[in-house]
């Protein structure tokens, strides 16, 4: 099993119809139910526990005391139920939140096996059969579906704003907007208070009780509206220098031509491999030759 | 007190309701659809649809900040829903219903949607 990849590995399982925890290395574990993902945590991502108690929305008391019952019942009660059964939460909520921390979790479980080069090895992964979560199991994600939302999910990002610098570097907003007005989502306004520019955006994630990638992406989205200090120019035609990150002599931050109103010199958009623009590039040809 | 599948088809259940899906704005994923022949692109452009009004009435409301409690379009064909319900851990999730403009009853529908939606998110 060492050497199989994590997606044969999950591909075999859901064949198997298994029921257990699949540890993928150090990096986070996913529970399966008779094939089906029913939970998945990254040690990079918060859980359920997290988002609930750091949103605000229940006290970390609660969740203690319905994981004692649980871990102290010979039977497995389901800690999920316990909640709502208390009025905690609604049937809604936890099914939700399920949802959203296990696909926020394989987003960054699964990465290495999205990566199609395959030219990273997966971790080792681990299944022990049987092993349930202690909240139960609320909401069920097919295994290629799960792999087709997160790749769906890379493409909005990549959407979003085409680089991967930020998502591991300190969030630093810039100390001047480049413009006189802007427009932002309720994520985007948090990722902004939080940010003490020493923050990275998973750092960010925990501290704000929202999934990893939500806020990722509300990272990316700033720093295509020119919000965030970048250290290189994604599309520029090599700057003789640039304003070091935290460099006080310099309140602005590089921008992307074309981000913003004003930009003087026309903006060409990057050329890339995407497989959406090659789709799009088929049915355009596809369709002009249909008028033919 | 009810869950995301409860949800939808009680939806269903709104005198006139063609189709309804139930979106993460966030993401754009469809995470679950009743009646939807293309779930997928259907969430994709609805929450599209959703971020593009938001954005675009925040710029033109004097005190720049807004809140939709209900999006409504009428086309020749449909009446669209979008409500969003906020939640405390993620970006709302968008309910999206399509109505038959002959058999519905506008205002019913949006008070049925209203009353499901805090039946299923209660924060």
């Known amino acids: 099993m060492a050497t199989s990849t994590l997606d044969s590995v999950l591909a075999g399982l859901a064949q198997d119809k298994a029921t257990g925890s699949l540890r993928v290395g150090r990096n986070g574990t996913i529970f399966l139910t008779r094939g089906r993902v029913s939970y998945a945590e990254c040690t990079g991502t918060p859980n359920v526990e997290e988002l609930l108690t750091a949103s605000g929305r229940i006290s970390a008391n609660a969740v203690r005391k319905a994981r004692q019952v649980v871990s102290a019942d010979p039977d497995p009660v389901n800690g999920g139920d316990l909640l709502v059964g208390k009025g905690v939460l609604t049937r809604g909520e936890l099914e939700f939140c399920v949802l959203g921390a296990t696909l926020d979790a394989s987003f960054f479980l699964l990465d290495t096996a999205l990566d199609t080069t395959g030219a990273r090895p997966g971790p080792r992964s681990r299944f022990r059969d049987g092993e349930r979560h202690w909240l139960g199991t609320h909401w069920f994600f097919d295994v290629p579906g799960l792999f087709r939302e997160c790749r769906r999910r890379k493409a909005r990002l990549d959407r979003a704003w085409p ?25 985007q306004w948090e990722v902004l208070l939080g940010a003490d520019t020493t923050a990275t955006p998973a750092e960010l994630a925990r501290r704000l009780g929202r999934p990893a990638y939500s806020t990722l992406l509300a990272v990316r989205e700033l720093g295509a509206a020119g919000l965030l200090a970048t250290r290189v120019e994604p599309a520029a035609p090599s700057p003789p220098t640039l304003p ?29 491999a995407d497989p959406t ?9 596809d369709a002009l030759e249909a008028l033919q | 007190m009810i869950g995301i599948e409860d949800c939808l088809s009680e939806a269903m259940t709104i005198p006139g309701a063609l189709d309804a899906i139930l979106v993460d704005h966030t993401s754009g994923m469809a995470v679950a659809a009743e009646g939807v022949p293309y779930p997928e692109g259907s969430a994709a452009g609805l929450s599209e649809a959703f971020r593009a009004t938001l954005d675009g009435l925040a710029l033109s409301t004097p ?3 807004i809140r939709i409690e209900d999006v409504i379009v009428t086309t020749d064909r449909a009446y669209h829903l979008i409500k969003p319900m906020e939640t405390m851990f993620d970006g709302p999730l968008l309910i999206c219903l399509r109505l038959d403009p002959e058999r519905a009853n506008l205002a019913l529908a949006l008070r049925r949607l209203q009353a499901i939606s805090h039946r299923l998110i209660a924060s």
Do not use: K
């Open chain 1, 277 to 285: 623009d090659v789709n799009l590039l088929i049915r355009l040809r």
């Open chain 2, 63 to 65: 005190d720049g900040t």
């Open chain 1, 244 to 272: 070091r990150r935290g460099d006080r002599s310099g309140p602005r931050a590089e921008l992307r031509p074309g981000s913003g109103q004003d930009a003087a010199e026309p903006y060409l958009p990057q050329v890339s």
């Open chain 1, 163 to 187: 680089s991967t610098e930020l998502d591991t570097q300190p969030v630093i907003p810039v100390r001047r907007i480049p413009g006189r007005h802007v427009v932002l989502t309720a994520v």
